[in-house]
């Protein structure tokens, strides 16, 4: 939840993030987590790792969010997320 908050609000880049993530995992109170994570309407984390089968199923308008099949279960990320993931083109398309 902290790498979310600090990506989507604070501008933070996902290696910003997830190094101060780290640091405020321990410190961070459970309550003050909770409270978070029901602000941000309990935001789940997606992990993209190398090798992760991506598929771009729609793209919405104007920097919308990117609708995606990750290895066979359908997610959304932000535009701004997406522009921070390198791939490469397979199966000939």
Same mark, same amino acid.
């Given at each position: ?8 609000? /604070? ?12 640091? /405020? ?15 941000? #309407?309990?935001? %789940? ?6 090798? #992760? ?30 522009? %921070? ?7 000939? /398309?």
């Amino acid at each position: 939840m902290e790498k979310i908050i600090l990506m989507r609000h /604070l501008g933070y880049s996902w290696s910003e993030a997830h190094e101060d993530a780290e640091l /405020l995992e321990h410190i961070t109170p459970r309550r003050l987590t909770a409270r978070l994570d029901q602000f941000l #309407n309990y935001p %789940q984390e997606i992990e993209v790792a190398i090798g #992760n089968a991506v598929r771009i199923i729609e793209v919405g308008e104007y920097e919308g969010p990117l609708t995606l099949d990750l290895d066979g279960k359908r997610v959304q990320i932000s535009y701004k997320a997406a522009c %921070q993931i390198y791939v490469d083109q397979t199966e000939g /398309l």
